[in-house]
């Protein structure tokens, strides 16, 4: 009980140090905005393993934080190439696809009002399908490498992205418009110059939506098929193997993944979009 004793103290002693960073004059500051999660995420880490090996939880059913660290630090070479089949080929390629394709959709649409009220509408309900639905029918039709993986990836992020890059195209008000055709501004001008800049934000809304959906989808899509390699397929087959620490390995590369994606998303938004209201006064 020695190890649940010294989480439960810890917890408290961040939780305390947590709460005096927060109302601190610091507290604007970049280090205490990123210390503050860091030092909460520690502290989960700390009691997971208080609690799993003061109560004595089998690693069946969860292992400690510091067995999963050993299986990581000695399956590096598997994890490694995991990643690459499932983010790299299937998530990284799935989502520039179907980035460029929703955005080229949206663009070809917006001078339509027939294909708006026709295709809008389709993409609510395809949005809506159940994953576990689409892979395995896709699946069936590209093979069981990377390129079915990608294709349920293009899927799951075309319509977020679609909508949010139509109804920012929306943005922008009649005067707007009209100040253009006073300079005689052609429609690719005023697309370029005015309509685009102005759906920026929505655009990038839909890119960060998009940068968790490409990565459950390439993982989910090779429980359903895959090469002896990938995410989905090791965790399925450690689930399936009692390995359990290495299903929580797989998880923890898939998060720092998932994390470093929207990251880097948001850090390019932030630079792109630095004029946006939401963005003054942050830095």
């Given at each position: 009980?020695?190890w649940?004793?010294?989480?439960l103290?810890f917890?408290?002693?961040?939780?305390?140090?947590?709460?005096?960073?927060?109302?601190?004059?610091?507290?604007?500051?970049?280090?205490?905005?990123?210390?503050?999660?860091?030092l909460f995420g520690?502290?989960?880490i700390?009691?997971?393993?208080?609690?799993v090996?003061g109560?004595?939880?089998s690693?069946?059913i969860?292992?400690?934080?510091?067995?999963?660290?050993?299986?990581f630090?000695?399956s590096?070479?598997?994890?490694?190439?995991d990643?690459?089949?499932?983010?790299l080929k299937g998530a990284?390629?799935?989502?520039?696809i179907g980035?460029?394709a929703?955005?080229?959709?949206?663009i070809?649409i917006?001078?339509?009002a027939?294909l708006?009220r026709g295709?809008?509408?389709?993409?609510?309900?395809v949005?809506a399908?159940?994953?576990?639905?689409?892979a395995?029918?896709?699946?069936?039709?590209?093979g069981f490498d990377?390129?079915?993986?990608?294709?349920?990836?293009?899927?799951?992020?075309?319509?977020?992205?679609l909508?949010?890059?139509?109804?920012?195209l929306?943005?922008?008000d009649?005067?707007?418009r009209?100040?253009?055709?006073?300079?005689?501004a052609?429609?690719?001008?005023?697309?370029l110059?005015?309509?685009?800049p102005a759906?920026?934000p929505f655009v990038?809304n839909g890119?960060?939506?998009?940068t968790t959906?490409?990565?459950i989808?390439?993982?989910?899509?090779?429980?359903?098929?895959s090469?002896?390699?990938?995410m989905?397929?090791?965790?399925s087959?450690g689930?399936?193997?009692?390995s359990?620490?290495?299903?929580?390995?797989?998880i923890?590369?898939a998060?720092?993944?998932?994390t470093?994606?929207?990251?880097?998303?948001a850090?390019?938004e932030?630079?792109?979009?630095?004029?946006?209201?939401s963005?003054r006064g942050?830095g």
């Amino acid at each position: 009980m020695s190890w649940l004793i010294f989480a439960l103290v810890f917890w408290i002693g961040a939780w305390m140090l947590n709460t005096w960073l927060a109302n601190s004059a610091w507290r604007g500051s970049v280090v205490v905005r990123v210390l503050i999660p860091v030092l909460f995420g520690v502290t989960l880490i700390v009691l997971w393993e208080g609690i799993v090996r003061g109560f004595g939880v089998s690693p069946v059913i969860l292992p400690a934080p510091s067995t999963v660290a050993q299986t990581f630090a000695a399956s590096t070479d598997i994890l490694w190439e995991d990643f690459r089949q499932t983010v790299l080929k299937g998530a990284l390629s799935g989502f520039v696809i179907g980035v460029l394709a929703a955005f080229a959709t949206a663009i070809v649409i917006d001078r339509s009002a027939f294909l708006t009220r026709g295709l809008l509408p389709i993409g609510n309900f395809v949005a809506a399908l159940p994953i576990v639905g689409i892979a395995p029918i896709l699946v069936s039709w590209f093979g069981f490498d990377w390129h079915s993986k990608a294709a349920v990836v293009v899927v799951m992020v075309f319509f977020p992205i679609l909508v949010n890059t139509v109804q920012g195209l929306r943005e922008t008000d009649a005067m707007q418009r009209d100040l253009m055709r006073t300079y005689a501004a052609s429609y690719f001008d005023t697309l370029l110059k005015l309509r685009l800049p102005a759906a920026l934000p929505f655009v990038f809304n839909g890119l960060k939506i998009a940068t968790t959906l490409a990565l459950i989808g390439a993982i989910v899509a090779e429980y359903f098929g895959s090469p002896t390699r990938g995410m989905g397929f090791r965790i399925s087959t450690g689930v399936g193997s009692l390995s359990i620490d290495l299903v929580w390995a797989e998880i923890a590369v898939a998060a720092l993944a998932g994390t470093a994606f929207y990251g880097l998303v948001a850090w390019v938004e932030k630079r792109v979009t630095f004029w946006h209201p939401s963005h003054r006064g942050h830095g």
